[in-house]
Nanobody
Framework: QVQLVESGGGLVQPGESLRLSCVKS????????MGWYRQAPGKQRELVAV??????TDYADSVKGRFTISRAGANMVYLQMNSLKPEDTAVYYC???????????WGQGTQVTVSS
């Protein structure tokens, strides 16, 4: 069973940066994408960014130009978040999804709070 562990969340002021990390417990012998989702209080979970096994990336419109997703090796994914805004406040979750659409794993989430 694949496990994901996120880290790097915290409390920052508007305009500051954070980098989230997600480590996967083992390799997966199938094609998969890794992504970051977030859920704010009272709202549905939403996709923030995704990176495919081929390295292609996609972002929510609300974070384009500010957030960057990247991979390091087979088991690590990062989310660099710059120019943070109060509306970025949420619990951020790491996800592994097979290219068939099946979710393999979710992390436990890491809190990001942007406030002055």
């Amino acid at each position: 069973q694949v496990q994901l562990v996120e880290s790097g969340g915290g409390l920052v002021q508007p305009g500051e940066s954070l980098r989230l990390s997600c480590v996967k417990s083992r390799s997966i012998p199938r094609a998969y994408d890794m992504g970051w989702y977030r859920q704010a209080p009272g709202k549905q979970r939403e996709l923030v960014a995704v990176i495919t096994s081929g390295g292609s990336t996609d972002y929510a419109d609300s974070v384009k130009g500010r957030f960057t997703i990247s991979r390091a090796g087979a088991n690590m994914v990062y989310l660099q978040m710059n120019s943070l805004k109060p509306e970025d406040t949420a619990v951020y979750y790491c996800n592994v999804r097979l290219t068939t659409g099946e979710d393999l794993a979710w992390g436990q989430g890491t809190q990001v709070t942007v406030s002055s």
